[in-house]
């Protein structure tokens, strides 16, 4: 009875080390324990193949490390696809079950992006005349205006409307909440190129970070 583990045993200089570990839970020696593990970048589709072979005696424990050197940034995910345990006769094989995995995330490179937000004079029209009224906190009084039926009552300014002898009304101003939509489009041409699908992911992840630095809202 073999028993199969797989665990992410950290950094090694650029290599990123998986360890794979057996255990004989029995007192029959295992002649062979084939064993094929494979490690996929689920962004690129990159898949890298290893083949471990070992013999373990009575109740006892082997492990191998599968360094991984990761080529681009993605989603790095190792499993073991198919193992094999042998007996020393010849006799027999068995399959054994293991649907374990480990991952790793593997970040593009991060670069600070020098945001530059766009002037009044550089919106439409309709933003800009919507930017004119749109108060610093939620409740400024930006205007003052006639009553007319309709308009809040909480909103009256009692003061100037004795004073002028005719209702008059608060205009109130909307918070400003700039918010941003971050979308990535990932085009047909670059899904098999894994160089510049790290380009955009580079782009897009700076984009974000750097906004995330200046406390901008964004959602993606």
């Keep these: 009875n073999v028993e199969i583990d797989l665990k992410d045993a950290g950094l090694k200089d650029e290599h990123r080390i998986f ?3 057996f255990k004989n839970k029995g007192v029959i020696p295992v002649a062979s324990v084939e064993t ?5 970048n689920l962004r690129t589709g990159e898949t890298e193949s290893f083949a471990i072979n070992k013999s373990l005696g009575p109740h006892g424990t082997k492990s191998a490390d599968l360094e991984i050197i990761p080529g681009h940034a993605g989603r790095y995910e190792l499993s073991v696809s198919s193992a094999v345990m042998r007996d020393p006769l010849g006799l027999w094989k068995r399959k054994i079950e293991f ?5 790793v995330t593997i970040m593009p490179e991060l670069f600070v992006m020098n945001i530059v937000p766009a002037g009044v004079s550089a919106m439409p029209e309709s933003d800009a005349e919507s930017a004119k009224v749109r108060g610093s906190v939620s409740g400024d009084m930006i205007d003052i205006k006639e009553y007319v039926p309709g308009d809040p009552v909480r909103n009256i300014h009692w003061k100037l ?4 002898d005719k209702p008059l009304v608060r205009v109130l101003g909307s918070p400003v909440s700039d918010q941003y939509l971050i979308i990535l489009d990932n085009p047909a041409e670059l899904s098999h190129d894994p160089v510049a699908l790290d380009a955009v992911a580079s782009v897009y992840a700076s984009l974000i970070h750097t906004l995330q630095l200046n406390d901008i809202t964004c959602y993606t």
């Design 99 to 103: 649907d374990g995995h480990e991952g």
């Design 36 to 40: 094929m593990a494979q490690c996929t």
């Design 19 to 21: 360890e794979l570990s």
């Design 161 to 164: 409307s004795e004073k002028l």
